[in-house]
Each structure stands twice: as structure tokens, then as C-alpha cells.
């Protein structure tokens, strides 16, 4: 396992190398970008999230002339090189390439364009409300799902059974920014109750709350977006559950355990569990990597949390391109990082998987 673990790791730099190398020279061909976006405020105009000229106006502007830099008509060259200078496209292609792979070698992720702070900073002011969305969504999944699947398996076919599964069905079916939207509406002020808060994971009076109060405060915010991820993320761990349990069931050493006369709960939690668990288990990091990257992205969006998902949203819409690969590198690090610790903990868990071996 040793050595494979050690291929994982060597793998990793490449990997990031291969990921950064495809977005740095695709962000080169997108339309728009931040000398662009400073002409639009420039001449007083707004961009759309494709970075097109929006208005009659900007069509115009953004026609016209033989610049290379849309919105350019009627701009003085001297502010055109200057904002080149100022974002780092005074420099050819490939020294930039090369500069930032140094650069991202020593984690030195730059400064943002628009805000008085390195990347370093915005990331590491933002990482917390990510990892406690993310955290605390995984625990309460697996803390729902494991008991539910096996309640369903031991009583598969009965109205227990059918009623979950159409909550299930149900959980799994509504979209997610829908739940949080129809929550937002109806519990936090939109139009009917308001009982939770509208954005924020803590409140403004949050430093002169004593200790058991900011916890209570915390808890009050978190609420809705952590109840709009479970709902949407619980389906799928409950029915894996259930599957392995019915898997398991069926098999002859359940048969011969009841047989020597065990008690149900002794075959079920005695021998069943430990069986059935192990690709349940195992599958935790692989559904942090989901709840963290996929899942607290939109969620963060809809209820304003200062969180790496729309950090990388708003950077995204501003042209923002140090904090864009900055946020992107930190995503698939940890990615890479996860799913390492996910294959280890196969391992661990089942001796019979042998990576390594493959």
C-alpha cells in the first residue's frame, strides 16, 4: 500500500499541472476580461456574465474601432497600457504560463484585482464557511441515512418502506436551489415567516454575544442552508445503505447465525453491519468531496454566505482571474487530497481491496 500511496501523491503535481495548463489557456479565449470589464465602468457601461457590452451603446462601443480590447473606441492608449500593465498582460503568453506555475509551486496565488487582499487571504477568510457547511451536511447524512437504510432493508416491502421511499424519491427529486428558494420565501422573511436569517453565518452583534450564545447564533444562520443540503444529498447514501443491507441479508452466514440461534439484533449489528458498512464508510470522503465542492457552491450563492464557492462565483463574474485560479487550485488540491484518503480508507476497511495490486 506504501508505494501506492506514493505514486498517488507524485501523481498529484501532474495532475494539477494538467488542470491548470487547460483553464489558463482557455480563460486566454473567453470572451471578456478584467481590461475589458474597467473599460465598461470607463465609459460607463455594464457587462453581461458572457462579459458582452449590454445596450445599444455598448454594441456600438464595443464595434467599433480596430482594438483588440472591446469598448476601446474613444479610450486613451496610455489608460489601454496602463490597465495591461496593472492585470499582467504587458507580458507575452508564455511568461505568464510560466509564472504562475512558479508562482503556484509556493502557493503564492497573487493578489485580486479588485480587492486590497491576496488570494492567500480571501481563501483563507472564506475556507471556514465551506468546511462548516460541508462538515456538518456529511454528518448529518450519514447520521440519517445509515439508520433509515437499514430500517428500510429489515423491513423492506412494508408501509415503512413505501413511505420513505417516496420521501426519499421526493428529497432527491426537488432541485436544490427550488428548496432553498421555496425556504427563503416562506422562513426567512421572503413573504410569510420570519424566523431564520436571510443571509450571513453570523449575526452583525456577533462579537459581543458571550460563548453559548454565539453558538446558538451560529446554529440559527446554518440552519436552512445545511437543512437544504442534507435534503438534497440524503437519498442517494440512504438507498446505497439499504442495497448493502439486503445484499448481505441473503447471504449464507446470516442464515447460519440465525440458525445457531443469535438474536435479530446480534445478526444484524453483530455481523450484518460490519459487512455492509464498508462501502458506506469508505464513501465518506468521496461525499465530502461532493458536499463541499458541488453542493455548498449554489447554496452559498442563494443565502450570501462568504464561503470559497461564491468567492469563486463573484471572481468568475468579475474577470477576477487571479482569485478564479486561485479558488480553483484549492478545489482540486483538496479533490485530490480526498479521493487519496477515500482509496486508503477502502483499504483499511476491506483488506480483500488491494490497490496496489491493480
Known amino acids: 500500500m506504501r508505494s501506492y500511496i506514493i505514486k498517488r501523491l507524485l501523481l498529484i503535481p501532474l495532475t494539477l499541472l494538467g488542470i491548470l495548463t487547460l483553464n489558463f489557456f482557455i480563460i486566454q479565449f473567453a470572451p471578456g476580461g478584467p481590461i475589458e470589464h474597467t473599460l465598461a465602468k470607463y465609459q460607463g457601461m455594464n457587462v453581461d456574465s458572457k462579459g458582452q457590452f449590454a445596450g445599444t451603446a455598448g454594441m456600438n462601443m464595443a464595434n467599433a474601432g480596430s482594438s483588440k480590447y472591446q469598448g476601446a473606441r474613444g479610450v486613451p492608449e496610455e489608460l489601454i497600457k496602463e490597465l495591461e500593465r496593472q492585470f499582467g498582460f504587458d507580458k507575452p503568453l508564455y511568461v505568464r504560463y510560466f509564472k504562475m506555475l512558479a508562482d503556484y509551486a509556493r502557493f503564492d496565488f497573487g493578489k485580486s484585482f479588485y480587492q486590497d487582499k491576496t488570494v492567500g487571504q480571501l481563501i483563507v477568510e472564506r475556507m471556514p464557511v465551506s468546511i462548516s457547511l460541508g462538515l456538518w451536511s456529511t454528518l448529518i447524512i450519514y447520521l440519517i441515512s445509515i439508520p433509515l437504510g437499514i430500517k428500510k432493508a429489515v423491513r423492506d416491502g412494508s408501509r415503512f418502506d413505501v413511505w420513505t421511499s417516496f420521501a426519499v424519491i421526493l428529497g432527491?427529486?426537488?432541485?436544490?436551489?427550488?428548496?432553498?428558494?421555496?425556504?427563503?420565501?416562506?422562513?426567512?422573511?421572503?413573504?410569510?415567516?420570519?424566523?431564520?436569517?436571510?443571509?450571513?453565518?453570523?449575526?452583525?452583534?456577533?462579537?459581543?454575544?458571550?460563548?453559548?450564545?454565539?453558538?446558538?447564533?451560529?446554529?440559527?444562520?446554518?440552519?436552512?442552508?445545511?437543512?437544504?443540503?442534507?435534503?438534497?444529498g440524503f437519498?442517494?447514501?440512504?438507498?446505497?445503505?439499504?442495497?448493502?443491507?439486503?445484499?448481505?441479508?441473503?447471504?449464507?452466514?446470516?442464515?447460519?447465525?440465525?440458525?445457531?440461534?443469535?438474536?435479530?439484533?446480534?445478526?444484524?449489528?453483530?455481523?450484518?453491519?460490519?459487512?455492509?458498512?464498508?462501502?458506506v464508510i469508505a464513501g465518506f470522503p468521496s461525499m465530502l468531496i461532493k458536499m463541499l465542492f458541488t453542493g455548498s457552491l449554489l447554496i452559498e450563492v442563494i443565502f450570501s454566505l462568504n464561503g470559497l464557492g461564491l468567492l469563486g462565483y463573484e471572481?468568475?463574474?468579475?474577470?477576477?482571474?487571479?482569485?478564479?485560479?486561485?479558488?480553483?487550485?484549492?478545489f482540486a488540491l483538496l479533490g485530490l487530497v480526498l479521493k487519496l484518503l477515500s482509496d486508503i480508507t477502502y483499504s483499511l476497511i476491506d483488506p480483500r481491496i488491494n490497490f496496489e495490486a491493480r
Not at 316 to 329: A, E, L
Open 172 to 232: 432527491s427529486a426537488i432541485p436544490v436551489f427550488l428548496l432553498a428558494v421555496f425556504l427563503i420565501v416562506f422562513f426567512a422573511g421572503g413573504i410569510y415567516l420570519h424566523w431564520f436569517p436571510l443571509h450571513g453565518l453570523t449575526s452583525d452583534n456577533w462579537e459581543s454575544l458571550n460563548w453559548y450564545q454565539k453558538i446558538g447564533n451560529y446554529f440559527w444562520h446554518i440552519t436552512l442552508p445545511v437543512f437544504t443540503m442534507v435534503a438534497g
Open 235 to 279: 437519498a442517494s447514501l440512504t438507498m446505497l445503505t439499504k442495497n448493502s443491507f439486503l445484499d448481505e441479508i441473503n447471504k449464507p452466514y446470516v442464515l447460519t447465525a440465525r440458525a445457531k440461534g443469535l438474536s435479530e439484533n446480534r445478526v444484524l449489528y453483530g455481523h450484518v453491519f460490519r459487512n455492509a458498512m464498508l462501502i
Open 315 to 330: 471572481a468568475i463574474m468579475t474577470r477576477d482571474y487571479p482569485v478564479i485560479f486561485g479558488t480553483m487550485y484549492i
